[in-house]
């Protein structure tokens, strides 16, 4: 009798000891699971980071050199179409953007102004115009041109781009309308296509991630994933809508607020540049088309700037003159950009000069880097030339008061 008590008393620990070990060998499986989905996720933010770092850059020095083309252009017909490739560029860059925001899962930046409807309706439209032209399908826009909407005009014109190109995309013949008119204090705009239609089961699941429309991978996912987050982002919605009477295609509903008088000063709608202030700054930008289109384009906005490709260059110049401004980037050769903020700030001592990065790298780290070094500001590539001036007059006004 003692014996089989033991056994049963020896069997009992055995198994409370196997579950101990089993319920432990789970957690851990449990951490080095979220580990490595951690670790994952921490590689796949520093690869898209990396790779909008190589487009950036690029890009910024493209789109420069698209806007003075465009300026020294005599033909109108040339600045129409450097314009449209310079929107392009533009919203390629506000593509990326999207990608790393919605890698990260952060709120979309917007920068809201009263913008009017007809003119980005067909901003967009003239994008699309030349190959509906060549498919012979007729695009059509109407609406009162006195509707101003309240919006960022890239988003906006993110969020019409890819309805007009969803409807070039699955219409074979026939029409695409843009229309748009006044509703409850709203304004409504649609995009009406001739093409196939979408199922009544499909018309939420368009809006996720990943959702497609064809199996042969027509797809409308993210595009019009992130374009609802843009949308509501800006007060407004995007829907699918039942076809206008008489056609048979897909027909989306754009929902907009209405801009009032106070909501931003008229002269944002026709984007008259601003001066860049009578501080005197000096650029540092190691790229030879980045810096060359920058610095045209300030000096164009009569701003007092000079420029230099390396720290090295840089440093006499800064150090001759308290008062001079720096605009530099992060990634200079030998003397890096951080490296180069640290030794001013060591230098300048009580005295706080204003010292702004221009960069490609969007790293929250990075940026956070930067402002630890003693950068005042982090500015992220491309930019316009109006939000810079805006960005360089806001310091010209602190040394004032």
């Known amino acids: 009798l003692w014996l089989a008590l033991l056994a049963l008393i020896l069997w009992l620990w055995q198994r409370l000891h196997d579950r101990r070990l089993q319920a432990a060998h789970a957690l851990e499986v449990q951490r080095q699971k979220a580990e490595w989905a951690q670790d994952s996720a921490a590689r796949t933010n520093r690869f898209l980071a990396h790779l909008s770092h190589e487009i950036r850059n690029p890009l910024s020095g493209l789109l420069g050199l698209l806007r003075i083309a465009e300026s020294e252009s005599d033909e109108p017909k040339q600045q129409q179409r450097l314009a449209l490739v310079r929107s392009a560029g533009q919203q390629i860059a506000a593509l990326v953007e999207d990608v790393l925001v919605h890698a990260r899962r952060e709120p979309l930046p917007l920068r809201l102004e009263t913008l009017n409807l007809q003119a980005l309706a067909s901003e967009a439209a003239d994008r699309h115009r030349p190959q509906a032209q060549a498919r012979g399908i007729e695009m059509i826009l109407s609406g009162s041109p006195d509707h101003s909407v309240l919006g960022d005009r890239t988003r906006l014109l993110q969020i019409l781009d890819n309805l007009m190109g969803n409807a ?63 949308a509501e982002a800006m007060g407004g919605d995007l829907v699918l809508a039942d076809p206008m009477p008489g056609r048979r295609g897909a027909r989306f509903l754009l929902r907009l607020r209405t801009a009032d008088r106070q909501d931003a000063p008229a002269e944002s709608a026709a984007h008259i540049r601003p001066p860049c202030g009578n501080r005197r700054w000096l650029l540092v930008e190691d790229d030879p088309v980045q810096r060359a289109s920058l610095m045209h384009e300030l000096t164009a906005a009569d701003l007092q700037v000079e420029a230099a490709s390396n720290a090295l260059t840089a440093l006499p110049q800064l150090q001759a003159d308290p008062e001079l401004g720096l605009l530099t980037d992060l990634g200079l050769p030998e003397i890096d950009g951080l490296t180069l903020i640290r030794m001013l700030r060591a230098q300048d001592g009580t005295h706080h000069r204003p010292i702004l990065v221009l960069t490609g790298r969007v790293l929250p780290e990075e940026q956070r880097a930067a402002i630890q070094a003693g950068a005042d500001r982090v500015l992220a590539k491309p930019i316009e030339p109006e939000r810079l001036c805006q960005v360089l007059t806001e310091y010209d006004l602190r040394q004032d008061a």
Do not use: N
């Not at 199922?199 to 992130?226: C, K, N, V």
């Open 168 to 230: 070039l995309k699955f219409t074979e013949r026939g029409q695409i309308q843009v229309g748009w008119e006044a509703s409850g204090g709203q304004v409504l705009l649609w995009v009406q296509d001739d093409g196939p239609g979408i199922p009544s089961d499909r018309r939420e699941t368009i809006f996720a991630e990943r959702g497609q429309l064809q199996a042969d991978g027509r797809g409308l996912g993210l595009g019009l994933s992130i374009a609802r987050q843009l």
